[in-house]
């Protein structure tokens, strides 16, 4: 199978992966790194059925070691926790441990995530009563938080911050929206920040309605670099310019490391039109030696899909039709040179970048790298102009949009 079946075949099957409602995200992930490393659908499968059987024996060792658990002393004097302010532990359904939320469970239980919506019973921190989950103690009377969502079982006390509960997500997330956002506007002169994409199955700044590429369920999905957590990431996601999604800290290391297309489907991450014309200065300032004038390449744009023959240059390929450089080497066509022609050429290439060198050509020219990192941290602070408050937070964290990308964490939950 030649180079150019391979890679279609590689995309064809990260594609069914993707789209496949019948997997989970993690699943989608594992299956998308192996694909991505070049195996095939069989050997992905064995892996996958040795992973699967792994994480069952560990479930039900777990399960066997398990037992209710009463408050214990340290219980009843923690107050609190990093995440949250809070005057109250819940009781895991899962596990019957005390915890001051769900994020501290997580962090502290390895084998299960809790679930959110099954806990029944939390420990007043005022009073060490045990009762059923609500808002205030039925025993003390004291508030336990300002803001409480009865189906997420969710309690923030943390001064003017705003969140809300999607029905759409099931859970909680920060930011303003009303139930009705024409009431909203009449009453307070306020308008939603947040809307719910039905296409991409996820909330979004209302700047973006209609502005960005919807991928179905893509917030579904977990991070394919780290393999974590995207949907209930308590830390901002980047929304790339193709529609997939990336923690930001995951994708700051990509753009960090030089690597600028989207891991999944190979398009740009960011608008790159800046460093395709230092590109273009860069190949007409290096003329191609003699010994390759006839030879040519066939190449497929990773970015419009374009397939042709352009003439080969050592700097990239360009796409005739978007003039992009983001794309893909397939088979060598017309006269290319002998080895050594190769050499000769390799050695004139050699000497001529000494030349540049020596002449001191301006920086923006040559290191395309640093450029593309400058614009990267410049469409950052622009995200962060228009998120408001970025921080990391359980019940909703907003989620950060940009042109060409988006930002999330860890795998802590964006809501509740």
């Known amino acids: 199978m030649d180079s150019e079946a391979i890679e279609r075949e590689k995309r064809r099957l990260i594609r069914q992966t993707q789209t496949d409602q019948s997997l ?22 064995k892996h996958e059925e040795t992973e699967m059987a792994r994480q069952q024996r560990e479930k039900e060792e777990a399960e066997k070691k398990r037992e209710w658990l009463p408050p214990t002393e340290k219980d009843n004097e923690e107050m609190g926790c990093s995440h949250y302010p809070l005057g109250l532990k819940v ?23 809790i679930d959110r919506h099954a806990v029944t019973e939390m420990l007043c921190m005022h009073c060490n009563k045990l009762q059923p989950v609500a808002k205030d103690c039925k025993y003390c009377g ?6 409480y969502c009865d189906i997420c079982k969710f309690h923030d006390d943390t001064p003017n ?5 999607c029905a759409d997500c099931g859970i909680c997330r920060r930011g303003e929206r009303n139930f009705c956002e024409h009431l909203l506007t009449l ?28 991928v179905p369920n893509t917030m579904k999905n ?5 393999g974590l957590d995207l949907f209930q990431s308590r830390a901002a996601v980047e929304v790339l310019s193709c529609g997939h999604l990336l923690h930001s800290k995951c994708f700051k290391q990509m753009i960090n490391s030089y690597h600028f297309a989207c891991p999944i489907c190979k398009k740009s991450m960011m608008d790159m039109s800046r460093a395709w014309r230092t590109m273009d200065l860069e190949v007409a300032s290096q003329p191609m030696p003699r010994e390759f004038v006839d030879a040519k390449q066939k190449m497929l744009c990773n970015d419009c899909g374009e397939k042709a023959e352009v003439n080969f240059h050592f700097v990239g390929l360009k796409c005739p039709k978007c003039n992009g450089y983001n794309t893909s080497a397939l088979e060598r066509t017309g006269r290319w040179p002998t080895q050594e022609e190769m050499i000769s050429a390799s050695e004139q290439i050699t000497a001529m970048r000494m030349r540049r060198r020596a002449e001191a050509v301006p920086v923006e020219v040559t290191n395309i790298e640093t450029m593309l990192l400058q614009d990267a ?23 950060a949009w940009s042109p060409s990308d988006e930002e999330s964490d860890e795998d802590d939950s964006t809501a509740n």
């Open 377 to 399: 941290e410049a469409q950052e602070e622009l995200n962060d102009d228009e998120m408001q408050d970025e921080e990391e937070d359980e019940d909703g964290e907003m989620i």
């Open 24 to 45: 989970t995200g993690s699943q989608k992930a594992f299956r998308t790194r192996l694909f991505m490393s070049g195996q095939n659908y069989e050997e992905v499968l």
């Open 222 to 226: 977990d991070c394919v670099v780290c």
């Open 161 to 165: 911050r705003d969140i809300f509960h």
């Open 142 to 147: 004291k508030d336990l938080g300002r803001y």
């Open 91 to 113: 009781r895991a359904a899962c596990c019957g441990q005390f915890f001051p939320c769900r994020v501290c469970h997580d962090e502290t239980v390895t084998d299960h995530k």
């Open 187 to 214: 009453f307070t002169g306020k308008t939603d920040e947040y809307f719910h994409c039905q296409v991409c199955n996820m909330c979004m700044s209302v700047s973006k309605r209609g502005g960005h590429t919807c």
